[in-house]
């Protein structure tokens, strides 16, 4: 757990009045920790562990199969050598990701996105046994591996603690969790601002006081001690094992877990959020539940799908909250107070915004320090979602394009069940032929605060998801800019042809833009994972949709298909 303990400041103003003021909120990492060899930071400078014995090539003595010392194995991933500890930024890591933003023929610009890493215990399964466990004991290369640990463990002793010690380490601990997230805005800029510059820190608060723990760690045995006040017990989360973030699938059994574990200080937590929503909102909200909040059975600790749909709950509610204080136009008559710095808005602009936006997050965990683009590395991809953004995968054994995400529109069963127990709610179809939920294209947002009493949501779609090494070859975030108007084999196959991340964005934004004709606004991430380099194998490359990629073009550059 990220051991974050924020404190207040107090405040004495005139009249002799005191309120406290929340400490500054560190901004957000939107660079990576990696470590370098120091010879490639250094080329010139020799290192102190190399062989530096500075023999002519005559006097060397190459290796004969007759030595009786065998060569020794390759040495356990992450294993500290002469490195350097670096910060790089994730724009700056081309070959790593790519982003690529573009208005269309909007006057501006309402998408926003964000890429780096967030202070979140580890999530990713453990990472399993070591095949060579099954060689005989006495073999060396068994004591080889013994003794590289215990040089492995002699070293973090020394130097562990300070949040950098190895390759990609949090401050908690854990390997980095990388976060990856866009935002499609509607009626304007505010809420998709909002999600870009505060969702993260809702989150983690969310994991702060949830006692969200690492699945990394060893299981601790949870005493049955009664909880007070609003203080969550330690927890265990090496035993939580939410597979798929489905709610109708049970949670995994949990040992040693008190019963009132899921009663005491979680249930209280997720109680009083909903009554914010029921007596400040009311409406939908007046019997909502989501099943994430449901208490497993048997008890167990929270996971990290509690925490993030809490976290977009209380999110949600904070912005049209802040709204609904605010003036309609600059001609209503301001408050008395509009000057004093306590009535500053704290989110958004001076008036009220009727609007909203929608979000697709993508959090990547791993079991180890190795970085999830890593051939050999496993990790785990837990998604959020709400609206009509997109996330795809490529698959690196057939090159298909893998949906990770469902468009949450009027006409989706799900949603349509969903909505239709509200009585207010009206569904109609426009005149392009798509059904509208009163005037709405999108069931879940945020914002939208006319709407809300209606069953606008902002509660995420979970989906979990255990890659392993070199399983895909890279993900992709759209916009429903993009999605709208290319397909999800198009988006894949135009990346394939790409030779870097950033090239790709480039490409998807590019055709997209030049094959629409809404023009709307078209932002797209492009995140390299473990089967890059092998992109253009499964599916033939980008040749399947090249010959439909061809024709739209020459289909959107006639003058004569532009024409109603």
């Known amino acids: 757990m990220c051991n974050r303990t924020p404190s207040k400041t107090l405040f004495t103003i005139a009249g002799g009045f005191t309120f406290s003021s929340d400490p500054p909120r560190r901004t957000f990492h939107n660079y990576f920790v990696t470590h370098l060899p120091t010879s490639s930071l250094h080329p010139d400078s020799h290192s102190a562990s190399g062989p530096g014995h500075g023999l002519p090539r005559s006097a060397s003595k190459p290796h004969t199969p007759s030595s009786s010392k065998s060569p020794s194995p390759a040495p356990l991933v992450g294993v500290t050598r002469d490195t350097t500890v670096v910060r790089i930024p994730i724009r700056s890591a081309k070959h790593h990701f790519g982003v690529s933003v573009s208005r269309g023929t909007r006057p501006y610009n309402e998408d926003s996105y964000q890429a780096g890493v967030i202070e979140l215990p580890a999530f990713a399964k453990r990472a399993p046994l070591n095949l060579t466990s099954r060689a005989p004991a006495s073999s060396p290369l068994q004591a080889y591996r013994a003794d590289q640990r215990k040089k492995l463990e002699e070293q973090q002793a020394k130097g562990g603690g300070d949040g950098e010690g190895t390759s990609a380490e949090s401050a908690s601990g854990d390997p980095q969790v990388f976060y990856f997230g866009v935002f499609d805005g509607h009626g304007g800029a505010e809420c998709s601002d909002f999600l870009k510059e505060r969702l993260h820190n809702y989150i983690e608060d969310a994991a702060e006081v949830y006692g969200l723990e690492s699945t990394l760690k060893a299981k601790a045995k949870i005493e049955n001690k009664p909880v007070t006040g609003g203080e969550a017990p330690s927890s265990s989360a090496g035993q939580e094992k939410d597979k798929v973030d489905n709610p109708e699938k049970p949670q995994e059994n949990a040992a040693n877990i008190p019963a009132n574990l899921a009663t005491s200080p979680y249930t209280r937590l997720q109680s009083t959020l909903l009554s914010r929503w029921a007596d400040q909102v009311g409406g939908y909200f007046s019997r909502f539940h989501p099943p994430a909040f449901t208490p ?52 958004g602009g001076p008036l009220r915004f009727a609007g909203g936006s929608t979000c697709s997050l993508a959090l990547i965990s791993t079991p180890t320090p190795t970085p999830f683009w890593h051939p050999s590395s496993p990790s785990t991809l837990l998604i959020a979602h709400v609206g009509d953004t997109r996330i795809l995968l490529c698959r690196t054994a057939d090159g298909k394009a893998c949906p990770q995400t469902t468009d949450h529109h009027p006409s989706s069963p799900g ?4 909505l239709r127990r509200s009585p207010a709610a009206q569904f109609v179809t426009d005149s392009f032929g798509e059904e509208r939920m009163s005037g709405l294209a999108n069931t879940r947002a945020f914002g939208d605060m006319q709407s809300k009493r209606l069953g606008v949501s902002a509660e995420p779609e979970l989906r979990r998801v255990e890659v392993a090494p070199a399983e895909y070859a890279f993900m992709v975030l759209v916009s429903d800019g993009v999605s709208g108007t290319v397909g999800d084999q198009e988006i894949v196959d135009l990346v394939k042809e790409a030779k870097t991340p950033e090239q790709g964005a480039k490409d998807v934004v590019g055709y997209a833009t030049e094959v629409s004709r809404e023009g709307d606004n078209c932002t797209c991430l492009v995140v390299r994972m473990g089967g890059w380099e092998r992109r253009s194998e499964g599916g033939g490359g980008g040749m399947g949709t090249r010959e439909a990629r061809e024709w739209r073009r020459k289909e959107a550059a006639d003058p004569r298909s532009r024409i109603s």
């Open 296 to 347: 497993p059975t048997p008890p167990s600790p929270p996971t990290a799908s509690t925490v993030l749909t809490h976290a977009f709950l209380n999110a949600d509610l904070d912005f049209i909250l802040a709204q609904s204080r605010k003036r309609i136009s600059a001609n209503d008559d301001a408050p008395l107070n509009a000057s004093d710095i306590l009535h500053s808005p704290s989110i």
């Open 415 to 418: 949603e349509a069940s969903r």
